[in-house]
């Protein structure tokens, strides 16, 4: 494991207060999936409301089945399907051939009719993970929907708050996206207060691949549970720049990470508020990783600021690729907003957003080509895209690609690894 720490600036102002960011990126250890592996246990959750009909049920079922072929005996799952009726086609079982047997002769049977119970569903797959969770497994619930949850439990905040609480009794969410109906902003909240992806499947056929992809990283995990302890001075604020949880204890501060895979490269982007101070202060800022079973395990990083007068601080030098890096997750947070108030009819207000983004990343850009691209990128999609009503599959699509740059994920949604090794 490696722990890198990237602070934008040095000084900060002893006068006012002052906003700074930290990077932190850590580098998951390698693994070997075909020598000995952590076993999971995976519950695959799937929508057959109507809109699932044809092309898309069946293509869920191909997705099933695969990931069937790629578990074995010493893993166990769960098949659940739900509409406005949840059905529990197969009970949670280890993944002997004669269970993924009947399972997919079960499973053959389902067709697509009703409403979208997504809850109902959702909940009855994480119950069937949580019977066969043990110590030292990895505990998944892959939810797939092409739909709104219109029956049963709806309020978005009631389903995050079940995820974190799954999460915290180790049973991770990842979720499925399919087509233009479904809610990207309650799958992504589910996902990421459940310690899973948020994946959005834009065409039916992706459905199998991206499954695949999740289940293969759930059986490449070297580190469970890992999460970021941030010790900051008395009186700094922290907040993640991005869809992590950060959790609070006194000057102590930890950023879920959930689950890392072999090799796994994954940034925290941090905005810390200092507080006034005395010129020549120092302010340390100390972090360390930690995971459920030890393989994080390493030195920590110490970051550090220095209190000085304005001059001072206006002189400082910038790093650049970090400012790159900063630029980049506001532009992401932006336009994921813009997306709300674009569905929402307030065309002004998605437009005006990018617009003072895009004026802040000129504030500090000086004369680098990224970050007055990025500025200029939105800028242009103020005056055109977000400006008119956009088309539903545009808008989740523009989400979706946010969601990648905020959570460190590749453009296929996959984890973002520190060599080509793409094993999921």
């Known amino acids: 494991m490696t722990l890198e720490i990237r602070q934008d600036r040095h000084y900060i102002r002893s006068a006012s207060r002052s906003t700074r960011h930290l990077l932190?990126?850590?580098v998951a250890p390698a693994g070997d999936r075909r020598a000995e592996r952590l076993p999971i246990t995976v519950a695959l959750v799937l929508d057959r409301s109507g809109s699932m009909a044809g092309l898309k049920i069946g293509l869920a079922k191909q997705a099933v089945d695969r990931a069937l072929s790629a578990i074995d005996d010493r893993d166990r799952f769960a098949v659940v399907v739900y509409d406005d009726q949840i059905d529990v086609v197969a009970g949670l079982a280890p993944a002997a051939r004669e269970a993924k047997d009947r399972a997919r002769e079960r499973l053959g049977a389902i067709d697509a009719r009703g409403t979208t119970n997504l809850a109902g569903g959702w909940l009855a797959g994480c119950e069937q993970v949580a019977l066969g969770q043990g110590d030292e497994r990895v505990a998944r619930a892959l939810l797939l929907t092409d739909g709104l949850a219109n029956v049963g439990i709806t309020d978005p905040a009631e389903l995050e708050?079940?995820?974190?609480?799954l999460r915290r009794r180790g049973v991770a969410t990842s979720t499925f996206g399919v087509g233009a109906d479904f809610d990207e902003a309650l799958l992504q909240g589910m996902a990421s207060a459940g310690g899973g992806h948020f994946y959005y499947i834009e065409r039916p056929a992706q459905i199998p691949d991206l499954i695949a992809s999740e289940l293969g990283e759930a059986l490449d995990v070297v580190a469970r549970a890992a999460r970021l302890q941030i010790l900051l001075p008395p009186g700094v604020d922290a907040r993640v720049i991005g869809p992590r949880p950060l959790l609070r204890s006194g000057d102590c501060w930890a950023v879920e990470l959930g689950d890392l895979v072999s090799r796994q490269e994954l940034d925290v982007l941090l905005a810390l508020n200092f507080p006034h101070g005395s010129d020549g202060d120092e302010m340390p800022v100390r972090v360390s990783a930690t995971d459920a079973d030890?393989?994080?395990?390493?030195?920590?990083?110490?970051?550090?600021?220095?209190y000085a007068d304005h001059r001072t601080n206006d002189a400082q030098p910038r790093d650049r690729a970090l400012d790159r890096i900063v630029a980049s997750n506001h532009a992401a947070r932006a336009r994921q907003e813009a997306v709300r108030l674009n569905r929402g009819g307030d065309l002004a207000g998605a437009s005006r957003l990018l617009r003072d983004v895009a004026r802040k990343i000129r504030g500090y850009a000086g004369d680098d080509p990224q970050l007055l691209?990025?500025?200029?990128?939105?800028?242009?999609?103020?005056?055109?895209e977000f400006s008119v009503p956009m088309a539903e599959p545009t808008r989740k699509?523009?989400?979706a690609a946010s969601y990648r740059v905020l959570a460190s994920r590749d453009v296929l949604g996959r984890a973002r690894r520190s060599d080509p090794d793409?094993?999921?």
């Open 24 to 26: 932190v990126r850590v």
């Open 161 to 165: 708050h079940h995820a974190g609480e």
């Open 294 to 306: 030890g393989a994080l395990a390493g030195a920590p990083g110490v970051a550090g600021w220095t």
């Open 373 to 384: 691209e990025l500025a200029d990128a939105l800028d242009r999609e103020a005056a055109v």
């Open 397 to 399: 699509a523009v989400h």
């Open 422 to 424: 793409d094993r999921a």
